[in-house]
């Protein structure tokens, strides 16, 4: 044999290898593709929002006041053709929605409403709906806004002044502008949001951002008449439409406590539903949808998905009620996207858009600003589908059945706790950490669950779970190996 053909075998035994591994070891490119966008020719399109529209465009807002409308948005190859201007001029848009022939746009110093009177494909008509809350030009004063929920209402949150005070008139504060446009006061403590939708239920939800009193990322359920956390808006609730709605203000929470124990002594006060630990799950949470699409979007429906900016990733998160109070897990799902992710979207037909910018903070994806989509592409992954609380320790179930030896091997797991200071300075590093004791794993007859009974549970921190030996009955390793699930609270008997 000639050194010539030699290499050639070798070459080709190697490149076998190199194919049986792809196959036993699937990634997220072969679950959930991503289709980018090409935007057209000059234009800075750094996403704050979507909107799906009656006649099959897909609007999307950018920060620099644009709203482009984009034709036949689920088509296999998104060209810059299929992009129209429908309205510029605005500021920093970062939440749209339709109703009754308008598109409603939550910018940052008021919510307007827009609409094509002639039919030419751009707006003509602009309103302005509600501005009773204030800025002065600060770079951080964001103004997120959701969809209309079921009375018709819109919620926006108000990111502080600086990110730190509440300078202005209702920053720090969660507000809802009705059908009538009308504006309630609705939730004081917000810091720094990064997104607002829909979960379970039809109940709110927003991320704030790390920094003061908020020792990570979180995602928050927002309530009337309750405090999430910061009380630099405290001030505003001397304001008569805040003390009609809200009553008297909160106590002030003590710096240096922790969250649940702060929940303890302030009836107001709703701790993080989930904390997304930081540096692990991203450092910048912000756009937040909901799977409501019945298995259109792949195994998953009835979570919710939340993007990182600054990680360029969407996670996914799963929620539970215990006690009366909504916590869950949250799991890494699909990286690689182009930018750093804000605004995400889920579609009925089972498509998720995302968009966004690396202005500012960076991100992992290295283009300026990213319009993408991302959708199920028919095979299930095998992964953790959901972790459950449960009185003495958790609930795992999965996409797929499992090999019964090996998720039956408390070996296979390993769990380690800890928590964040809840304090006035900026941020925190993990704290009280703990190694809770894998006493067993009790595989379900279907193959499809598993209950760890854990010694050692720690109320009030994350519980980061590592099950690197399971394996699907196929021999697949799990997609994404690791949990985080905030126990706020732990299950009764």
Not at 271 to 277: G, I, K, N, R, Y
Not at 337 to 358: D, H, W
Not at 449 to 459: E, R, T
Request: charged share 20%; proline share 6%; aromatic share 12%.
């Amino acid at each position: 044999m000639s050194r010539f053909s030699h290499c050639g075998l070798v070459l080709s035994l190697l490149l076998g290898m190199g194919a049986a591994l792809r196959a036993a070891d699937p990634t997220e490119d072969d679950y959930y593709p991503i289709s980018r966008f090409e935007v057209p020719a000059g234009v800075v399109l750094e996403a704050g929002a979507f909107c799906l529209m009656p006649d099959g465009k897909m609007a999307v807002s950018s920060r620099r006041g644009e709203i482009w409308m984009i034709r036949d948005p689920f088509s296999k190859e998104v060209k810059a053709t299929q992009f129209q201007r429908f309205a510029h001029g605005l500021h920093e848009v970062l939440g749209l929605a339709e109703r009754d022939g308008w598109l409603y746009v939550v910018q940052r110093c008021d919510v307007s409403r827009l609409k094509d009177k002639n039919g030419d494909g751009e707006a003509d008509l602009y309103e302005i709906v509600n501005d009773e809350f204030e800025l002065n030009g600060d770079y951080h004063e964001y103004t997120f806004g959701s969809k209309f929920d079921k009375q018709g209402d819109l919620w926006l949150v108000l990111c502080l002044t600086g990110s730190f005070s509440s300078a202005d008139k209702y920053r720090g504060w969660c507000l809802r502008v009705n059908a009538d446009g009308t504006m309630v006061p609705t939730t004081s403590g917000i810091r720094s949001p990064g997104g607002i939708g829909f979960g379970p239920n039809d109940d709110v939800f927003y991320t704030d951002n790390q920094g003061p009193w908020n020792g990570t990322c979180e995602l928050k359920q927002l309530l009337p008449g309750k405090f999430v956390g910061h009380p630099g808006g405290f001030p505003w609730y001397d304001e008569p439409k805040a003390k009609a709605a809200m009553g008297t203000k909160p106590r002030e929470p003590e710096s240096g406590s922790r969250f649940h124990v702060e929940a303890e002594k302030i009836p107001e006060y709703l701790p993080p539903v989930v904390m997304f630990p930081y540096a692990k799950m991203g450092n910048s949470s912000s756009g937040v949808t909901y799977d409501n699409t019945a298995g259109r979007f792949g195994p998953f429906a009835g979570q919710m998905f939340v993007a990182d900016q600054s990680f360029s990733t969407v996670m996914r998160v799963t929620l539970e009620k215990v006690n009366g109070r909504y916590q869950g897990a949250c799991y890494n799902f699909r990286a690689g996207f182009g930018s750093g992710n804000v605004p995400i979207e889920m579609t009925p037909s089972g498509s998720m858009f995302v968009g966004g910018t690396n202005r500012g903070w960076g991100s992992r994806g290295q283009k300026p600003f990213a319009v993408e989509r991302m959708d199920w592409s028919g095979k299930v992954p095998f992964e953790i589908h959901e972790m459950k609380a449960r009185p003495d320790g958790f609930e795992l179930t999965f996409t797929e059945p499992v090999n019964a030896a090996a998720a039956g091997d408390v070996q296979s797991y390993k769990l380690n706790t800890y928590t964040y200071i809840y304090q006035s300075s900026y941020g925190s590093p993990e704290v009280d950490h703990s190694d809770p004791t894998i006493e067993s794993a009790t595989v379900a007859a279907d193959g499809k669950s598993v209950k760890l009974k854990i010694n050692g549970l720690q109320k009030g921190h994350v519980h980061e779970l590592h099950a690197a030996g399971v394996k699907s009955a196929a021999g697949l390793p799990l997609l994404h190996q690791e949990a985080f699930y905030t126990l706020m609270q732990i299950p009764q008997e």
